[in-house]
């Protein structure tokens, strides 16, 4: 059974703390995305990769940062953590676009609350 | 701008009636659209994929149609059980500047299904 698993379900941390959220894929995927999600507003692009210690910036990638140096793993880290940044983080990944089968697998979400 | 649109009210209907939830987009011509499910809490889970050359599209109680001149996609639940209640998303690949395509996903519609 393919898997995306994210490292926490629920994570709670303090106004400037850095924060790490770790995402692995076990179906070999070259495309890997975070996503956060909030109510009324959707599921929106933070910061995608295309390959192994490569990235591209989403729609919203102020606050954050990625890193892969791995192919299955993808991390996203907010380097000082504010209370709007409280949000669900879904982590996915997908074959290529050129691919005919290029569905995204969602992990399970990371609800964060910034205090 | 390109822009994905989605009903934002639930869509409230009876046990075993037929729900239709639309997606439309402007100023875009995709190669293809995909469905998604969403259970409150949870990742999305992919449904299905339509291409461009492909008018409709059916996988056991679910079908979903692709009208390129109307910039229309929808998508239809026969038969609908309560299980069938969560949010559903349409997401399109949107081309980025340097040869990406990012798929970008519609705020999603409601589905209510009521015993």
């Known amino acids: 059974d393919v898997k995306v698993t994210q490292s926490s379900r629920y994570l709670v941390k303090r106004t400037g703390e850095k924060v790490f959220l770790e995402c692995v894929q076990d179906m070999d995927h070259e495309n890997m995305f975070w996503y956060r999600q909030d109510p009324g507003l959707g599921l929106r692009l933070i910061y995608f990769s295309y390959d192994v210690k490569m990235k591209e910036k989403g729609d919203i990638p102020e606050g954050y940062s990625v890193s892969r140096e791995k192919k299955e793993r993808f991390s996203l880290i907010l380097e000082s953590a504010s209370t709007n940044q409280t949000s669900m983080y879904l982590c996915?990944?997908?074959?290529?676009?050129?691919?005919?089968?290029?569905?995204?697998?969602f992990g399970p979400g990371t609800r964060l609350t910034v205090l | 701008s390109q822009k994905i649109e989605q009903n934002s009210e639930a869509l409230n209907i009876q046990e075993g009636k037929t729900a239709t939830l639309t997606c439309n987009y402007t100023n875009y011509s995709p190669a293809y659209l995909q469905w998604y499910r969403q259970d409150p809490g949870r990742g999305p889970v992919f449904l299905l994929l339509?291409?461009?050359?492909?008018k409709e599209k059916r996988k056991e109680r679910l079908k979903v149609t692709f009208d390129t001149t109307l910039k229309q996609s929808l998508f239809h639940i026969t038969a609908s059980q309560p299980a069938d209640s969560a949010t559903y998303l349409c997401?399109?690949?949107?081309?980025?500047?340097?040869?990406?395509?990012?798929?970008?996903f519609g705020r999603g519609t409601s589905l209510i299904v009521h015993p």
């Open positions: 997401a399109l690949p949107i081309y980025l500047s340097g040869g990406s395509y990012i798929p970008t």
């Open positions: 339509i291409r461009e050359n492909e």
């Open positions: 996915a990944s997908s074959l290529p676009y050129s691919s005919p089968y290029n569905e995204q697998f």
